[in-house]
């Protein structure tokens, strides 16, 4: 099981922070390291930025916003980060929600399965150095009652392949992750609700004639380490509450169906209720800490690496963390004592 690290968004005076975290990781052999975007900083500025100032850690979008770029410009985008990091580049795609698609980019959330589906075709395709055709429900290339022409991408990256991710949440998309991707970004990832969505990317898997061997399984996974657990679980609760109450509508947020899905439907409703009508803390004291600790690691360092038995038995093979809570010597301790916590219990 190897070990990456999320660095999620950045441009709110933490970036010194996070350049730091990426070199300590970068030292310490971490995998990857991952940046991600919604309506702030973008993930590709920050990854080019990372790439010049590491030397072996590869670096992931976490995800690229499917309605923020053509697929032509993500596949520019991807040839040119791969190859500027001297081929470390992993892609991760999403759909985002239909609050950030429709409100940030004027693109509506229709149809998301086929939208991801043509989206990644057409990437692949272009990174294949093919000239790009292509003709499908949301995408035409070249248009057909234009000048327009079809086109070859010139620069090549380092590796042949490009890892495609996907980050997923409800079973359709977990399919196609299966069938598309190289590997699947995971939110919220408990190993003992893994079987049920890990059922859905083999599924996918089976389409195309392929197994779960080789597949990259990748939760972000909070981490707090200390003493007292319940302590611990503290900071992770308005990261919680956002998520399973705030990202998207009453109707649409995907994460609140995965949470309710889980076993936590009536706290889902109520985080949620709590959320929408401003009670922002009163929704964070709503999550329930048993939900945190099956989707964290936290508490005592011995505590923690019993728990890692279970991710690798779930099949989790790159364990990413996110380190939420102290200051930067605090994250910096974490990220050390992770690489020693999997070394020590005969994963790394």
């Known amino acids: 099981m190897r070990l990456g690290l999320n660095l999620g968004y950045w441009g709110f005076g933490n970036d010194a922070d996070n350049l730091?975290?990426?070199r300590e990781a970068d030292k310490l052999g971490y995998a990857v390291v991952w940046a991600a975007e919604a309506y702030g900083s973008d993930t590709a500025t920050v990854l080019s930025w990372i790439a010049a100032q590491t030397e072996q850690i590869d670096i992931g979008s976490a995800v690229f916003q499917i309605p923020a770029r053509t697929p032509a410009m993500t596949a520019m985008t991807a040839a040119t980060l791969d190859t500027l990091s001297g081929g470390r580049f992993r892609l991760g795609l999403g759909v985002s929600g239909p609050q950030v698609s429709e409100g940030w980019h004027g693109v509506r959330?229709?149809?998301?399965?086929?939208?991801?589906?043509?989206?990644?075709?057409?990437?692949?395709?272009?990174l294949s150095r093919q000239k790009v055709k292509y003709d499908g429900e949301f995408f035409t290339l070249p248009l057909p009652d234009g000048p327009g022409k079809a086109l070859t991408l010139t620069v090549h990256p380092v590796r042949e392949q490009i890892p495609f991710y996907l980050a997923a949440i409800g079973p359709k998309n977990l399919e196609l992750a299966g069938e598309l991707f190289d590997?699947?970004?995971?939110?919220?990832?408990?190993p003992e609700f893994s079987g049920e969505l890990k059922a859905s990317i083999g599924a996918g898997r089976a389409k195309v004639g392929k197994t779960l061997d080789g597949f990259d399984i990748v939760p972000t996974v909070p981490v707090v380490i200390g003493d007292d657990v319940a302590?611990?679980?503290?900071?992770?609760?308005?990261?919680?509450?956002?998520?399973?109450?705030?990202?998207?509508?009453?109707?649409?947020?995907?994460?609140?169906?995965?949470?309710?899905?889980?076993?936590y439907e009536t706290a889902a409703a109520e985080i949620q209720d709590l959320y929408l009508d401003r009670k922002q803390a009163e929704a964070m004291?709503?999550?329930?800490?048993?939900?945190?600790?099956?989707?964290?690691?936290i508490g005592p360092p011995e505590r923690i690496k019993e728990r890692l038995a279970a991710y690798d038995d779930a099949g989790v093979s790159t364990l990413t963390i996110a380190s939420y809570a102290g200051d930067l010597e605090t994250r910096l301790s974490t990220v050390r004592q992770m690489a020693e916590l999997v070394d020590q219990a005969g994963l790394a």
């Open 183 to 190: 590997g699947w970004l995971a939110i919220f990832f408990s």
């Open 231 to 263: 302590a611990c679980a503290d900071p992770l609760r308005a990261y919680s509450a956002l998520y399973i109450g705030g990202m998207g509508s009453r109707d649409k947020n995907f994460y609140n169906q995965l949470v309710s899905r889980m076993g």
């Open 20 to 22: 730091a975290l990426a």
């Open 109 to 126: 959330f229709a149809k998301p399965l086929t939208r991801t589906r043509e989206y990644v075709e057409i990437v692949k395709l272009a």
């Open 285 to 297: 004291a709503a999550v329930p800490l048993d939900f945190i600790d099956k989707t964290s690691l």
